[in-house]
C-alpha cells in the first residue's frame, strides 16, 4: 500500500523528458540574463546623457557672472514677458488676451453708449440759444483798452516809443466798429429805448450801430495818437455781455471815474464819450452770439484832459445804476475797474 501512494507522489519521466526540461530551462536563463544586459545598457546610456548635460550646463554657467541672481531674475522676467514654449505672452496665452480684449471692448462701447444716450438726453433739454439759469448770472463786468500790463499806464508824452503801443492797440480794438462797417451791418435804431425782436429763440436778430465816430476825441479819427501824444490819453471802457440784460427801471448804466485814494484834485478834468457817459438802452437785450451776429458792445471813453504828471495816479472807475453792484472788494472787474496812470514829461 505504501509503494502504491509512493508510486503516485513521485510519478518517473522518461529520460528524453528530462532533457526537454533542462533545455528549457537555460533558454529561460539565457533569456533573463539578456535582459539584464540591456537594462544595464540602459542605465549606462542615461547616465552619460546625464553627465553630458552636466557638463554642457557647467560651460554655459561659465559665460554666466560669478553672482547669478540678477541674472535669474533677468531670465524669469524675459520668460514672464515671452514663453517661447507655451507661447505665452505675459503669462496669458493668444486665446486668453483674445477673450480679455474682447470682454473690455463690449464692456467700454457699453460705457460710452450710456454716457452719449445721457449727454444727448441732457442737450434736449439746454437750448443752446438762451442760458437755461440765469438766477446766479453776476452784475455786469467791464474791460477797457489799450492793453495795459497790470492795468498801469505808464509812458512819456516826449518819448513816442514808451505810447505807440496803446495807440496800435486802440486802432486794432476799434476796427470793428469803423462807420462804413457798421453802416452795412446793422441798423439805425432810436435812442432811449430798448430794442426788442420777437420771434423764435433761433431766429438772427438785429443789431444797433455803434460807429466808431461817437467817440469823437476819442475815435481816433480826429487825433490819431488817441491823446497820448499830448499827455491826455483816452481809455475805452466797455461792460460783459449778459445774454437778456436790461438796466433796470430803463436807466442807462453810467460810468463815473475818480481818484481811488489820495488827492482828488490829482484828476481835475475827464471828458466823456458819449458826452451821457452811459450805455444808450437800444443795445439791450443781447440775444447771444448764436443770433445776434453782429451786435458791437457800445463803448465809453474817458478822455483824461487834465490829470497831475511825473507821479501814478490810481484811477476807478465804476458802473453806476439800478442793480448794478460796484463795491465787492474781491472782483475788482464786476461793476467796476482799477487801474493807474503815470504821465511824464
Sequence with gaps: MRRQLRSRRTPSFPYSYRYRLDDQDELNQNYLADEEEEAEEEARVMVKEEEEEEKKEEEEGQGQPTGNAWWQKLQIMSEYL???????????????WSLILLIYFFFYASLAAVITLCMYTLFLTISPYIPTFTERVKPPGVMIRPFAHSLNFNFNVSEPE??????????????GYNDSLQ???????PPGQYFIQDGDEDEDKKACQFKRSFLKNCSGLEDPTFGYSTGQPCILLKMNRIVGFRPELGDPVKVSCK??????????????????????LRYYPYYGKLTHVNYTSPLVA?????????????????????GIINDVINDRFVGRVIFTLNIET
Excluded at 82 to 96: N, V, Y
Excluded at 302 to 322: E, I, R, S, Y
Design 82 to 96: 515671452w514663453d517661447p514654449e507655451r507661447r505665452m505672452f505675459l503669462a496669458r496665452t493668444g486665446q486668453s
Design 162 to 175: 514808451t505810447w505807440q503801443h496803446y495807440v496800435i492797440s486802440l486802432n486794432g480794438f476799434l476796427q
Design 259 to 280: 481818484v481811488q485814494r489820495g488827492d482828488e484834485n490829482d484828476i481835475r478834468s475827464i471828458r466823456y464819450y458819449p458826452e451821457s457817459a452811459s450805455f444808450d
Design 302 to 322: 474817458m478822455h483824461f484832459t487834465d490829470v497831475v504828471k511825473n507821479q501814478a495816479v490810481p484811477v476807478q472807475c465804476q458802473l453806476k445804476g439800478k
Design 183 to 189: 453802416e452795412e451791418m446793422n441798423v439805425d435804431c
